[in-house]
């Protein structure tokens, strides 16, 4: 039989050893665990919610396999659960004390708790998915609220993941929506990691590519299948999460899974945009319309002569001095986020000789540049229709956010992170004011749409 795409992967991954993707699969729970942990004691992590949904069937199978287990760890199901640090310090205060592997039932905020807590203790753990719903669970690293900043917390990923597509079908259909939106985001974001590539910045590693793009648009060919919970739809969509985690294990970064769709929810989380909501506004809904507004920009972008644009002379001159790009900093962010922000603008900042030769580097490459993204990328209308068919965001509207805001976010969101991606390229080069301008004049994507 030919090996699988997961099965390639698991064999590049860091600390993922098992991968049980599939219907039914739930009941492998206990087999997976003590071929992995042999003679461990097991604890279930869940909350009220995935209690219910998973709960007993994963204890049922810890029980035929002879698995050991402390009374499991229970946190309300109301209101909704929150990854912010004090829930990963009230799960390691309540289960320091206790000898026992954690086996988390979970979508993605309790999987991000769980995973942090079990690195902050020193021990594994392994996850069964409930929902199609993020690239998280076989990932190193938790997206986790902390001081303020939403940030990747370094720790291990799973030993194992469980990801039972019977169960994943009744979860409710915004958390497959959330999912499809973190996934479709690896469009744009290759063209953001091509740019790198081109630019020296940060190379692309082939074999890690193909974990990621090559199973990606199979993945996202069928949202209403997905969104109608059809467990073959949602194979591809599982699958294609997963490689993205077993991906970034691979390349020990989020690079080959996140790129400026992602600074676009990452920013508005920063500032808790949706987090009063019931449940809150999703990681990968607020991802979905970012995907939308990069994928637009590159549309406007690749639709002109930039090399004729730059002029790198004025765009060297123009180009502030560090400290003038930290005032830039605070004055586009709030204060809780100075920081955080400034540490991630200093990793990319250049000094202007530098810069004069990233853009001569930009102009040569250009051709190369502007067909392998063509080769990559998918019209804006069309990720919007995916989104839009699965339950997803598409535009500003839907979350109340206004024209001003969100246009400012295609400034601001690149100071959060010191990922290089399509905008930081536009700003060095003095172009990204009218580029931006142009998706909101007549005519722009988004003119029409406010």
Not at 70 to 97: K, M, V, W
Not at 232 to 238: E, M, T, Y
Not at 315 to 336: C, G, H, I
Not at 340 to 351: E, S, V, W
Request: net charge negative; proline share 6%.
């Amino acid at each position: 039989m030919p090996e699988s795409l997961i099965e390639r992967a698991l064999r590049t991954a860091t600390d993922t050893k098992a991968i049980e993707a599939g219907r039914g699969v739930v009941s492998r729970t206990g087999e997976v665990f003590a071929r992995l942990f042999p003679g461990r004691t097991a604890i279930i992590v869940a909350d009220e919610n995935h209690w219910r949904v998973a709960g007993e069937q994963v204890v049922a199978s810890l029980t035929a396999a002879g698995v050991p287990q402390a009374t499991p760890y229970i946190f309300p199901g109301t209101p909704t659960l929150y990854a912010s640090y004090d829930n990963i310090e009230t799960l390691r205060d309540s289960i320091a004390d206790i000898d026992a592997v954690v086996v988390a039932v979970a979508s993605g905020t309790l999987n991000d708790i769980a995973k942090r807590t079990c690195a902050e203790l020193n021990r594994p753990y392994m996850c069964v998915g409930t929902a199609a719903s993020m690239d998280g669970y076989a990932s190193f690293g938790a997206s986790i609220t902390k001081d303020g900043f939403k940030q990747t917390l370094s720790c291990p990923a799973p030993a194992a993941v469980v990801a039972d597509l019977d169960i994943m079908a009744g979860a409710p259909q915004r958390l497959t929506a959330t999912g499809f939106g973190d996934l479709i985001e690896k469009v744009p974001a290759g063209g953001d990691w091509i740019i790198a590539d081109e630019l020296g910045i940060e190379r692309i590693d082939p074999a890690v590519w193909d974990l990621v793009q090559g199973p990606l648009r199979d993945a996202l060919s069928d949202p209403q299948g997905c969104k109608d919970g059809n467990p073959d739809a949602l194979s591809g969509l599982a699958e294609g999460l997963i490689m993205s985690g077993l991906a970034m294990q691979a390349f020990a970064s989020s690079r080959p899974a996140s790129g400026g769709g992602h600074h676009f929810s990452h920013l508005w989380e920063m500032e808790h945009y949706g987090l009063d909501w019931d449940p809150p506004l999703s990681h990968g809904f607020k991802v979905g319309l970012g995907t939308v507004s990069v994928a637009a920009l590159y549309e406007v972008v690749l639709a002109k002569d930039i090399p004729a644009m730059i002029d790198i002379d004025a765009a060297v001159a123009a180009w502030p001095s560090w400290e003038e790009t930290e005032a830039k900093v605070r004055a586009a962010l709030t204060p809780d986020l100075h920081e955080a922000a400034i540490g991630q603008a200093k990793g990319k900042y250049l000094d202007a000789d530098a810069l004069r030769a990233r853009l001569n580097l930009v102009v040569e490459r250009w051709p190369s540049i502007s067909a392998r993204l063509r080769d990559q990328l998918l019209p804006a209308k069309v990720l919007q229709e995916k989104l839009d068919i699965v339950g997803a965001i598409t535009h500003p509207d839907q979350i109340g956010m206004d024209r001003d805001r969100f246009r400012d976010t295609y400034h601001r969101a690149r100071w959060i992170r010191s990922r290089y991606v399509l905008t930081d390229l536009l700003t060095e080069a003095n172009i990204i004011d009218p580029l931006v301008d142009e998706l909101f004049a007549p005519g722009g994507y988004w003119a029409e749409r406010f």
